[in-house]
């Protein structure tokens, strides 16, 4: 994508006129947008050291990802200029071929490119990690993630119905994104060895979202987790081949207090990863094998079956406000893999 495909308006522009011509012409997400004025712009870049440097193609259609172009949707999505860097960040992380961003971006299956935001920079931003935050009424959590996803089809051209060919969707496709508690848990960046308190972004295919509530009395961690281990493999159940369930990974976001309850009994992330791992891939077993006797599919009923790659790749994000109820991001089980890189400056 180039300069002279990025239109602007000027500072009088009906904001209602300039969504229509915005979408008419490729642009947005059919929510109302911030107007893309001259100045607008100006200070989104401002500070910027090479803002039409190509870091990378987009697909489907391999647009040029440029600071710039990054920066015009971020105008739209209601980014202030400081969480440029931000949204530069997961879109970069995006074009990771371990994403599979292609595969995300035009697939019939409803997967959403979601952000995890780490570090410092969260809470500079005014970004929560509390109460709602992958729902409404932070700014900075819905304006940032939105523009990734804006930014991500607009530059890379998933047009609904053209190039996005998913049957349905999902609310997450408008945004997705949220920051991780700094306790009691290590991050996620932390734990994939970008370094204490780095300033970072995850960036993963979510195939859905999945409230998990823990077991009655959840006073030890088997009560708490175990209903988390069952809707994981449920949802690689869904999946309609449980087999592909070892081609993805699985996201928790744990809110504190059961984190808290967790830490309490000596349950760090990896035994925690471990106990769901274990858990669900025995479920996952069980349960198939059953599907497949009703069905009359006995090639369903295979040993061996996982919900994710590994224990490893089950992924838990202290995340969320009061209360206990939990939320499972399994990733796209068509493939694709979350990538984790650290938030540079743009300047000079």
């Known amino acids: 994508m180039t300069a002279a495909e990025l239109p602007l308006v000027p ?136 523009a990734v996803s804006m930014a991500l089809a607009g530059i890379g051209g998933a047009t609904t119905g053209l190039t996005d060919m998913a049957t349905i969707g999902q609310p997450a496709k408008y945004t997705c994104c949220t920051a991780e508690h700094s306790r009691p848990l290590p991050s996620l960046a932390q734990r994939r060895g970008l370094g204490v308190d780095v300033d970072a972004v995850t960036v993963l295919g979510a195939g859905a979202t999945v409230e998990v509530l823990p077991g009655e009395g959840y006073r030890e961690p088997p009560s708490v987790l175990g209903p988390a281990a069952a809707a994981m493999a449920g949802v690689v159940l869904a999946m309609g081949d449980p087999a592909r369930g070892a081609l993805g990974e699985q996201f928790l976001l744990l809110p504190p207090e059961p984190a808290e309850l967790l830490a309490m009994h000596g349950w760090g992330h990896e035994r925690i990863a471990a106990f769901l791992f274990e858990q669900a891939s025995a479920l996952l077993e069980v349960a198939s094998s059953s599907l497949a006797f009703r069905a009359g599919v006995p090639a369903y009923a295979a040993p061996g079956l996982r919900v994710a790659a590994s224990a490893a790749d089950v992924h838990v994000v202290v995340t969320g406000g009061a209360g206990v109820k939990m939320l499972l991001l399994p990733t796209w089980m068509g493939g694709s893999r979350s990538v984790t890189a650290p938030v540079l400056q743009l300047g000079s």
């Open 11 to 146: 500072d009088d522009a009906d904001p209602a006129a300039v969504l229509g011509e915005l979408l008419a012409a490729g642009h947005g997400d059919g929510l109302p947008v911030v107007p893309p004025t001259p100045g607008r712009l100006e200070a989104m870049l401002a500070g910027v050291a090479a803002p039409d440097v190509e870091l990378g193609q987009v697909p489907p259609l391999f647009g040029a990802l440029t600071v710039r172009a990054v920066g015009w949707y971020a105008v739209l999505a209601g980014c202030v200029p400081a969480e440029l860097p931000v949204v530069v960040a997961a879109c970069r992380a995006a074009l990771d071929d371990s994403v599979n961003l292609l595969g995300l971006s035009t697939t019939t299956g409803a997967p959403a490119v979601a952000v995890l935001v780490h570090g410092p920079v969260a809470r500079r931003l005014g970004m929560t990690a509390g109460a709602g935050g992958l729902g409404t009424g932070n700014r900075a959590n819905a304006c940032i993630g939105r």
